[in-house]
């Protein structure tokens, strides 16, 4: 059985469509995530009250210059040192959280809404709403009398629009009333143009904030740090500027005339009928059909300019938008399906037999899978975060943050933030994998942008040469620490892990320009490093106050067991620096620059504290062997070595992994549903195909992934979506291991199935095929040309590929004819 060139037959036999016999109503996670990398629209697919829930990609909360709050840590380092070195974490620990913190970030803000009120006589009948992943287009047909309405949606890249096409079967009964509205009402203003436009302007909030005045701020003494809620008392004290004590999102004139300007602009076309506008709406009546098109724009001029004094104009931007998306509907469709099916046709994958279930709606899937088995719906979620991918982050816009593009709140969970000790970088993990590499270019542009911060933070709050980015930020870049408790604020290493995913491009293509433009990134976040590890009394270097993001320890002080998060040196901390140290000494060593540098490097990555093992033969996540206060903790950054990192393998430190394995076996496997997601590629990573299952069959239920296939936390993160498809991809390919090894931790419920278009390190591509659990076919194709390495089974062969050339391996490895081009 060999996979064709083309895989056509793999492409149609590849799950990609998402379908449900009832509409969403007013539930968001059952509505269709659509978008373009910049507009997103949840789309309900309502028969009589449609609602597509709309987002900008740059509208935030916040300016530039009111986002970041910069402590100065230095005068009390060497008292936070010094009871840490005495085993006085707690105490350590308060002074942190009073003196090294800064203030919440600022949070995405929903765009608004396009709603259609549709007219009909009758009882709804005969529904059906589906989403195609492969053409990014949503549709929904229904019966109402002795009428048939169908209508179509999809949120153009090339056309930077939202399309809504309708139609029905019957000539002059396709009427509506179409409606702009948006949460940002203290600002909204609409107007009519001509008599087939609906324009609604307004700015967002110049400060949102997600922390309660009285519990946190005040509670924590923090009001230095939000002075568009609080000044002086003239008593040495803070009074709030509002009576009202539960504001706490400002528009206009209550800060400063601060925040983002944007403007949705709706025009319909119709065939037949009369259109009008209403006031605040626009009504067709009698149409054949129509279509809708929706232009949106901020005045978002960059993450270092102000929004409202230096921004861009919404109006002038969504009036040239519209006249450029001004086309004949089927010209529309046939553009953005060509542009989306250009990224998502570059693989297929078809897993397991295909069951029963699979002729039934999505979210019946979901119910059953834990228990009916339906490996076709794997295959579905892996081409879902693919679909994701491409909706969310394209070349040129913004990364994906918690949740993608799509968010409904003013203040939504954790902000819709970059939460970046571990949730923007796994939202990318599969993005190269998943053959969608250009679509990480927006992370790349976040951390070019957060040098510029993170240059001024490493200088003004630390006193050291470089760059560094703490655990959160948004589009402004805040690259400081934010509010709140340092078992989740005080991490500054971020900027090491950004730096994991530049060397992987370059892994992936051999790009060396890309290499020598993102060199000086590598170096700086090293200087930084360098200037913030410490030395012990052993000579050992660490951190010198230090946390693993978000968990805590117990240790005993004077017979009481006491709770904290900062120690010295944790695992991943050490983990970090000695990636990015290896990484930016074989940078400096491969372009020939900054000798000195990458000596220094090495001889420092040699002294940082080795990994540990515990006495529960678990890698240690500390400094010391301390017990975890949760042992179920959802997070396991002290396994970053293992994966995503590649320091830990069989190969070089075999009892290492065993510690990766008893540390996983501790955590156990319930958790939040992005934390299943990295579990996912951990068990994927030892070998251990039938815990992927167990755990898919976990994640894969309604309480982890809802309705329209998004990962719950609870509540919604995108990164779970993500996470988990790297962990699928991950039983099917391995390239961290100075070669390709083919199924290397295939689960058992997919016996059969086949994959095109994986692609690994080295430039390599890769489709596979297996029956009966055992692989009948591969094909390697050397984007750069090179030897494949390729493992199966215990067998392994070289293959050498000029450039562009593929090879056909059998089952056992062996190569086909000659490679071909």
Known sequence: MLITTLGAALLAASPTLVWYDKPADRDWHAAFPMGNGRLGAMVHGNPEHEVLALNDNTLYALEPETSMFLPDIRPKRPEITALLRAGRHAEAQELVRANWLGRSNAPYQPLGDLLLDLDGAGAVTDYRRELDLAEAVARVRYRRGDVTYQREAFVSHPDQAIVVHLTADRPGTVSFTLRLDTQHKPTAKWHGVDADTLVLAAQGPGEALRRDLTKNVEAWGDQRKYPAFYEPDGAGGWQRRFADPDKRVLYGAECDGRGTFFQMRARVFADGGQLTVEGQSLRLVGADRATVILCAATSFNGFDKSPSRQGRDPEMLCTRQMKAASRPYAELRARHVADHRALFDRLAVRLGPITANAELPTDERIRRYATDGDPALAALYYQFSRYLMIAGSRPGGQPLNLQGIWNRDIIPPWNAGYTVNINTEMNYWNAARGNLGECEQPLFDLVREATVTGSRVAKAVFGARGWCMSHNCSIWREAAPVDGSPTASWWPMAGGWFCQHLWRHYEFTGDRAFLAEVYPILRGASEFFLDWLTERADGVLVTPVSTSPENTFVYQRDGKTERAAVTLGTTMDMAICRELFTHTAEAARLLGRDAALATELDTKAARLLPYQIGAHGQLQEWDKDFDEAEVHHRHVSHLYG????????????????????????????EAT????????????RLGDGARVQALLNRLLTPRYTATNLFDMHPPFQIDGNFGAARGIAETLLWDHRDGLDLLPALPPTWPEGEVRGLRAVGGFEVDLAWRAGRLTSARIVAHNGGTAKVRYAGQAVEVKLGRGEAARLDGALRVEGQPTN
Do not use: H, N, Q, Y
């Open 642 to 669: 293992f994966f995503p990192g590649d320091e830990i393998t069989p190969e070089r430190a075999p009892k290492l992994v065993d510690a990766v394995r008893a540390s996983l076996e501790r955590r156990g496997d």
């Open 673 to 684: 549903g992005w934390s299943m997601g990295w579990k996912l590629c951990l068990w994927a």
